[in-house]
């Protein structure tokens, strides 16, 4: 045993009351980031902070307490919750959701049977970075529409200045946060916008205390429980291609941080098992899914606080925190101008992650195969391509994941 892990090893056996105190300090790095997910896609904050919680709990039993992440709501799956409450409400959605759980189940199965690189073979880069970019580039209009002041619930007697100064100041705040910002604090990005934001809007009279001043302070999180409609779980299959290699990275991630090789032990099968259990509970209760979260692996370098007990005091700070009514009267009163300032970054950043997978593996774009499957997939996703079945349509990432994965499949190699 190397002197790193016998030191990780005696502070895992430690026990302090700061624990508790880490536990919040990680949920808070996560919080805004977390909440971001349901107020953007119309589910309740406070069954998110519920699942992520219980979702943590359930991901620690199952990789037998060795790794130290939280799970919280997951950005690849933001346009596809809100195209499919749109399209079919919002149990149908869950019923979907609940299902996505049961795929990500599906490949830690078929890691344990063909080990850890059948990931790789299935999803290669030329198949996951074109989708993540989809992902992020499709949300584009929403983002700009939310920033220029047309979401709902905005006065109408707001000069529209007003609000493209409010989401911009966010978005500037943003910003500069997450490239200046030192130690603790650029950690906080989101949370740092939605701050400078929400009091600028205050000073705008663009809140509304009311709801806040009226929720009481203990209240049971609104669950809503699935429905199944074979449509909307088609269309939510796919989404699960880009969270598992983002889940892949994040282990591999901790794992540098940590000097621990967590997809051999508990092994990436048990992760992806987590994640998935933790996805499909989300669903079961109305929350949206949960996947491993970077901003909390972000503070475990910082901290360089590597004891699972504290991801377990988070979790339990969430679900505490899910049943006090006044925070998510507060979450909702956050103005969608504010959230649309950091969207514009926050989904174009999902975009470049997809552009970053590209460059890292060294994608040649000039070998035709590689070019076809690229180009297909950004026109399709970007330009609202619909294969319309009568009773079913396919379209958006779904029709994207699927033609990528059949042209990967189908196209010959050099």
Same mark, same amino acid.
């Given at each position: 045993?190397?002197?790193?892990?016998?030191? %990780?090893?005696?502070?895992?056996?430690?026990? &302090?009351?700061?624990?508790?105190?880490?536990? /919040?300090?990680?949920?808070?790095?996560?919080?805004?980031?977390?909440?971001?997910?349901?107020?953007?896609?119309?589910?309740?904050?406070?069954?998110?902070? *519920?699942?992520?919680?219980?979702?943590?709990?359930?991901?620690?039993?199952?990789?037998?307490?060795?790794?130290?992440?939280?799970?919280?709501?997951?950005?690849?799956?933001?346009?596809?919750?809100?195209?499919?409450?749109?399209?079919?409400?919002?149990?149908?959605?869950?019923?979907?959701?609940?299902?996505?759980?049961?795929?990500?189940?599906?490949?830690?199965?078929?890691?344990?049977? %063909?080990?850890?690189?059948?990931?790789?073979?299935?999803?290669?880069?030329?198949?996951?970075?074109? !989708?993540?970019?989809?992902?992020?580039?499709?949300?584009?209009?929403?983002?700009? @529409?939310?920033?220029?002041?047309?979401?709902?619930?905005?006065?109408?007697?707001?000069?529209?200045?007003?609000?493209?100064?409010?989401?911009?100041?966010?978005?500037?705040?943003?910003?500069?946060?997450?490239?200046?910002?030192?130690?603790?604090?650029?950690?906080?990005?989101?949370?740092? @916008?939605?701050?400078?934001?929400?009091?600028?809007?205050?000073?705008? @009279?663009?809140?509304?205390?009311?709801?806040?001043?009226?929720?009481?302070?203990?209240?049971?999180?609104?669950?809503?429980?699935?429905?199944?409609?074979?449509?909307?779980?088609?269309?939510?299959?796919?989404?699960?291609?880009?969270?598992?290699?983002?889940?892949?990275?994040?282990?591999?991630? !901790?794992?540098?941080?940590?000097?621990?090789?967590?997809?051999?032990?508990?092994?990436?099968?048990?992760?992806?098992?987590?994640?998935?259990?933790?996805?499909?509970?989300?669903?079961?209760?109305?929350?949206?899914?949960?996947?491993?979260?970077?901003?909390?692996?972000?503070?475990?370098?910082?901290?360089?606080?590597?004891?699972?007990?504290?991801?377990?005091?988070? /979790?339990?700070?969430?679900?505490?925190? &899910? *049943?006090?009514?006044?925070?998510?009267?507060?979450? /909702?009163?956050?103005?969608?101008?504010?959230?649309?300032?950091?969207?514009?970054?926050?989904?174009? &950043?999902?975009?470049?992650? @997809?552009?970053?997978?590209?460059?890292?593996?060294?994608?040649?774009? &000039?070998?035709?195969?590689?070019?076809?499957?690229?180009?297909?997939?950004?026109?399709?996703? !970007?330009?609202?391509?619909?294969?319309?079945?009568?009773?079913?349509?396919?379209?958006?990432?779904?029709?994207?994941?699927?033609?990528?994965?059949?042209?990967?499949?189908?196209?010959?190699? /050099?």
């Amino acid at each position: 045993m190397s002197s790193h892990e016998i030191t %990780n090893q005696v502070e895992n056996n430690k026990h &302090s009351w700061l624990d508790i105190l880490t536990g /919040a300090q990680m949920l808070f790095v996560a919080f805004g980031a977390l909440v971001l997910v349901p107020l953007l896609t119309g589910l309740n904050p406070n069954v998110a902070l *519920f699942t992520a919680g219980l979702g943590t709990i359930l991901f620690q039993i199952t990789t037998r307490g060795k790794v130290p992440v939280f799970l919280a709501s997951s950005f690849a799956f933001i346009a596809p919750i809100s195209y499919g409450v749109a399209q079919w409400g919002i149990p149908a959605t869950l019923g979907g959701l609940m299902v996505a759980g049961f795929v990500f189940m599906l490949f830690g199965f078929l890691v344990k049977i %063909n080990g850890a690189n059948v990931i790789n073979r299935i999803l290669p880069p030329v198949v996951t970075g074109p !989708i993540i970019m989809v992902i992020g580039l499709s949300l584009a209009p929403v983002a700009i @529409g939310m920033a220029m002041g047309t979401g709902e619930g905005i006065p109408a007697n707001i000069p529209k200045y007003q609000l493209i100064l409010v989401s911009m100041i966010s978005l500037l705040t943003t910003l500069i946060v997450a490239i200046w910002a030192k130690g603790f604090l650029k950690l906080l990005p989101i949370i740092s @916008g939605i701050v400078v934001g929400y009091v600028l809007s205050c000073f705008l @009279g663009l809140v509304n205390f009311q709801p806040v001043y009226d929720a009481p302070w203990f209240a049971l999180p609104n669950f809503t429980f699935p429905e199944f409609k074979w449509q909307a779980v088609l269309y939510m299959i796919p989404i699960v291609i880009a969270p598992t290699i983002e889940h892949v990275g994040d282990i591999m991630a !901790i794992g540098s941080v940590t000097g621990k090789d967590y997809t051999k032990e508990p092994g990436l099968q048990r992760t992806l098992f987590g994640d998935g259990l933790a996805t499909s509970a989300a669903g079961l209760l109305g929350g949206p899914p949960c996947i491993t979260y970077a901003e909390v692996i972000g503070a475990v370098t910082l901290t360089r606080n590597f004891k699972t007990r504290v991801m377990t005091w988070a /979790a339990i700070w969430a679900i505490v925190m &899910s *049943f006090i009514g006044k925070v998510g009267a507060f979450l /909702a009163s956050i103005p969608s101008v504010v959230m649309g300032g950091i969207m514009v970054l926050l989904f174009g &950043s999902i975009a470049s992650v @997809g552009i970053n997978i590209l460059v890292k593996h060294k994608v040649d774009l &000039s070998v035709s195969r590689n070019m076809c499957i690229t180009a297909l997939v950004l026109v399709f996703g !970007i330009g609202g391509m619909v294969f319309d079945f009568g009773s079913y349509a396919l379209e958006g990432i779904s029709l994207c994941g699927i033609l990528a994965i059949v042209l990967n499949l189908i196209l010959p190699r /050099a």
